[in-house]
């Protein structure tokens, strides 16, 4: 048996409180340990998997945390279960299917939140993928064996960005604090690069070797009352400047690093442990002989996993049978994962200001299988007929600037795509990639406007009941929702900037994050760093197209965008003195409207008032609930979720906008 399920903890999960039909629930933790034959055809994707350390009979063992929350009486459970694949180690799905409170911890009946997922009856399961995670706040691990060469250090070029922030002199190697970074081979920094640049096209300028070393800061109490001390200290893990990383200023580091994990057995523990808990009837199985369905989402990073386990052939088990039935990737944009040697999980998919050349969109960016007309490659993310999913592919306004989004669903000309038989799409107008659901009050980071505060959560669930009604009974969801070429609704930026309202004070991107041809090497998982650009071969990303207030037209409008007090955008500007001009981040703007005529005069704004649109708060309570019943009865949101949408509606939305009183 590939999988070994050790159970470590069993206890009543949200106060023993009963979820309609489903009853109680509790909550099991513990460790799944795998054993793996790296011979077997099933593991041949998995990068480096034969240089990866076996036990006397060959086989490859790797261990990784889970953790369950099912009915306490499986027979009142709906027989499915739902995959959170979390994101960089986080549970997110209670946060955005519940509207629950974030953490890594849900035992109190506060961490149901709404209580859906359980009041539906599905045994929500997540099990550790990501291999590069430290420990520390809760966060699912994957313990992964160390590649080599037949015993000796594996070494090879590692690539990473740092975007500096004010009074920040060290980055961990990876840039993150939660990721483990590939350790420097060599301390002396004459054996590697630091370059920095004022935006992704800049020339790069080189940091002298003097003025930084491989290094981390320790702090600590002084003598003789000199006060906190502090010293730069050694560290093959840490790249520290003497002077500090200059705000906005992108930053790429690099050198040689050892000491790769075998990253892609990520996919394997997914398969594996979805395989055991379908199909094994022994009684170490704590869902034996009641799963007849399963079901993955993941949003951004793990979004865009799901795509790549089922491109690189995963979603099919050791006997051939379908590891999903359906998937539900989310803010994955045209990107994948790229678990190759040197790679760092934890780092973004390229965005059009930092991480502009990260090796997470490559070709196929789609689900159908078609021809690459750049490169004349011919391939598609679903081309297994007998274990493909059905899909469910959402996405916010953000991917089409940052992530590319376009190319999920065109061609590599920008053509629209027809509908699959398979596939749904849905575009989330003006929405914002990392929507908070449970945002209170609106937010600024170093950015021109406010964040983007449209609630999408909604649509999660209507999602989800489609898709099991899709697998369970075949009945089709609604079709696809996104801008398209042929209407006139996906455009280049510079139709957008033409249609977008000149609103005073209110910059707009000059450009999306386009995608030109990069070369990374000619051996899959050996890099080339940093890539070469392919002169004049590109592929183009379009966005979507606005009305008069500059909200999108096309897509699936969340209540709030259908019944605005805003222009809501899925981009935002950089502030000056952090990259100005660039987009920032993973970020949305919301620009609120004029709350009367006379501000709108006198401010020059040509976007109608607040008060002309809904004459009083009842007034914008009653928009709000009308759009909401127009999705409902378009199938895209629950009849529930209506009551929600309207007291949150109450008082102009208050805190999330401040408008007229």
């Not at 297994?384 to 899909?391: A, G, K, S």
């Amino acid at each position: 048996m590939p999988v070994m399920l050790e159970i470590r903890e069993r206890v009543p999960f949200a106060d023993g409180h009963g979820f309609g039909e489903a009853g109680a629930y509790e909550r099991l933790t513990g460790r799944a340990h795998y054993r793996v034959d790296p011979r077997d055809p099933a593991q041949a994707a998995v990068f480096d998997i034969d240089k990866a350390p076996v036990d006397a009979e060959g086989m490859v063992r790797f261990s990784g945390d889970i953790a369950i929350l099912k009915p306490v009486d499986l027979s009142r459970g709906n027989r499915r279960v739902f995959f959170d694949y979390g994101n960089r180690g986080n549970k997110r799905a209670l946060p955005f299917f519940n509207d629950a409170a974030p953490g890594n911890d849900p035992r109190g009946l506060a961490d149901a939140g709404n209580g859906f997922l359980m009041r539906r009856g599905y045994a929500v399961v997540w099990a550790a993928w990501q291999g590069d995670l430290l420990p520390g706040n809760g966060r699912m691990l994957l313990d992964l064996p160390v590649a080599t060469d037949k015993g000796r250090p594996l070494t090879g070029p590692v690539r990473t960005e740092y975007v500096g922030r004010e009074g920040v002199h060290t980055f961990p190697l990876s840039g993150w604090a939660t990721t483990r970074g590939h350790p420097t081979v060599s301390l002396d920094t004459r054996d590697a690069v630091l370059t920095r640049r004022r935006y992704p096209r800049s020339p790069r300028e080189t940091l002298p070797p003097d003025a930084w070393c491989f290094g981390r800061v320790e702090s600590g109490v002084g003598l003789d009352n000199q006060g906190d001390e502090q010293a730069v200290v050694p560290s093959d893990r840490h790249v520290h400047v003497f002077g500090g990383f200059a705000p906005g200023w992108i930053y790429e580091l690099i050198y040689t690093g050892r000491d790769p994990l075998v990253l892609g057995l990520g996919h394997v523990a997914v398969r594996e442990a979805m395989f055991f808990l379908r199909h094994d009837s022994g009684a170490a199985n704590p869902l034996a002989g009641h799963v007849e369905r399963a079901y993955a989402w993941g949003r951004s990073q793990t979004g865009r996993t799901i795509r790549d386990f089922v491109w690189r052939g995963f979603n099919a088990d050791a006997r051939g049978r379908r590891v999903f039935d359906g998937v539900i990737p989310h803010v994955a944009g045209a990107g994948k994962f790229p678990m190759t040697r040197f790679s760092i999980l934890t780092a973004s998919a390229g965005q059009q200001f930092e991480d502009h050349h990260s090796g997470a969109d490559f070709f196929p960016f789609s689900y159908p299988v078609m021809t690459d007309h750049v490169t004349g490659r011919t391939d598609g993310i679903l081309k297994r007929p007998e274990t493909d999913p059905l899909v469910m592919h959402s996405q916010s306004a953000t991917e089409y600037w940052q992530r590319r989004g376009s190319l999920a669903h065109t061609d590599t000309r920008g053509d629209d795509l027809p509908e699959q038989e398979n596939v749904r799409f849905y575009s989330w107008a003006s929405s914002q990639h990392s929507a908070d659901p449970g945002l209170r009050r609106p937010a600024r980071g170093k950015a021109q406007s406010v964040l983007n505060v449209v609630g999408t959560s909604m649509l999660f669930r209507a999602m989800l009941d489609a898709l099991d009604a899709w697998a369970t009974h075949g009945t089709p969801p609604p079709a696809s929702r996104v801008p398209r070429r042929a209407d006139g609704t996906l455009v280049d930026v510079a139709t957008f900037r033409a249609q977008f309202p000149p609103i005073p004070g209110i910059a707009t991107p000059v450009r999306a994050n386009d995608l030109p041809l990069l070369d990374f090497g000619d051996a899959p998982g050996l890099t080339r760093e940093p890539p070469d650009l392919v002169r004049d071969r590109a592929y183009p990303v379009l966005v979507p197209a606005v009305d008069a207030d500059g909200n999108e037209v096309a897509g699936v409008r969340a209540p709030m965008v259908a019944a605005p007090l805003a222009t809501y955008a899925g981009w935002n500007i950089r502030a000056r003195g952090y990259g100005h001009g660039g987009l920032y981040e993973f970020t949305g703007s919301t620009i609120p409207f004029p709350d009367t005529e006379e501000e709108a005069e006198a401010a020059g704004d040509p976007r109608r008032a607040v008060l002309a649109r809904y004459g009083s708060p009842a007034g914008y309570v009653a928009a709000i609930t009308a759009a909401a019943r127009a999705l409902v009865d378009q199938g895209l949101m629950l009849e529930e979720d209506v009551a929600r949408c309207a007291a949150a509606a109450r008082d102009w939305g208050r805190p999330l906008h401040e408008v007229l009183l």
